[in-house]
């Protein structure tokens, strides 16, 4: 049970026509900007609607072409963590986290918040604003807010692109130790092939709008299948 993608969408003379699937494991999308890597996010999530194609979650069909089948984008059951983080700076630590738990029962969703805030933490910073803490604290308290509500996957958008370099290591290792508490596929975007090969159990490699190759990442690295993702690594690892 994991994810599987299938599916074709067109925008503005750009298509993007991409077929991948992961277990319940962290998946890297890779690639230059503009690859239709973030697309691919926003369509998992039900945020835009492929022109055809399939996608299924944890054996839940979200979308179906064939068969009419959209489920909306509140009852998808997906984690999400723009590449802004998109905290609300009106709201606490508490009251961030806890909007990605509407809907659950006051005693769990209190009972969550307690156990997310001492795993991410947070402990000492319930009542503090997203403009009180550090890069790295905000990027936990979406990773929190992402995860209370018990997605069935967690879609992360470069969300460590604008930290430091040592924070980047801290969260890369952070997102692994969460993956084995959570057990459910992650699809992380980046351009970063050390990110990519530090956190991925697999990883995809963009071209424009579509797959090049899939596999673990030391693989895709050492044995590019063509001459395109080859030259893509190379040209990110001389950066």
């Given at each position: 049970m994991g994810l599987v993608v299938n599916m074709?969408?067109?925008?503005?003379?750009?298509?993007?026509?991409?077929q991948w699937e992961v277990e319940k494991e962290i998946v890297v999308l890779f690639g230059s900007s503009g690859a239709g890597k973030s697309l691919t996010l926003q369509l998992i999530a039900g945020l835009d609607v492929p022109d055809k194609g399939k996608i299924v979650c944890n054996g839940i069909t979200l979308f179906d072409s064939s068969t009419n089948v959209n489920v909306p984008v509140?009852?998808?059951?997906?984690?999400?963590?723009?590449?802004?983080?998109?905290?609300?700076?009106?709201?606490?630590?508490?009251?961030?986290?806890?909007?990605?738990g509407k809907g659950l029962a006051k005693n769990d969703l209190h009972?969550?918040?307690?156990?997310?805030?001492?795993?991410?933490?947070?402990?000492?910073?319930?009542?503090?604003?997203?403009?009180?803490?550090?890069?790295?604290q905000k990027q936990r308290v979406a990773l929190a807010?992402?995860?209370i509500g018990e997605p069935s996957v967690l879609l992360l958008d470069e969300p460590f692109s604008a930290l430091d370099n040592l924070l980047r290591?801290?969260?890369?290792?952070?997102?692994?130790?969460?993956?084995?508490?959570?057990?459910?596929?992650?699809?992380?975007?980046?351009?970063?092939?050390?990110?990519?090969?530090?956190?991925?159990d697999k990883i995809v490699v963009y071209g424009i709008g579509n797959v090049l190759q899939s596999g673990k990442p030391v693989d895709v690295c050492k044995y590019p299948l063509t001459p395109e993702v080859a030259a893509l690594v190379n040209v990110i690892e001389e950066k």
């Open positions: 074709k969408k067109t925008l503005q003379g750009f298509t993007l026509d991409v509140q009852r998808r059951k997906s984690g999400y963590v723009f590449q802004n983080l998109a905290l609300f700076p009106h709201m606490t630590v508490w009251n961030n986290i806890a909007y990605g009972k969550k918040l307690i156990r997310l805030i001492e795993e991410f933490q947070m402990k000492g910073y319930e009542n503090k604003y997203p403009n009180e803490l550090s890069g790295g807010r992402a995860l290591v801290q969260m890369r290792g952070f997102l692994k130790e969460i993956h084995k508490e959570f057990k459910i596929p992650v699809v992380l975007v980046t351009h970063d092939l050390a990110e990519a090969c530090n956190v991925a």
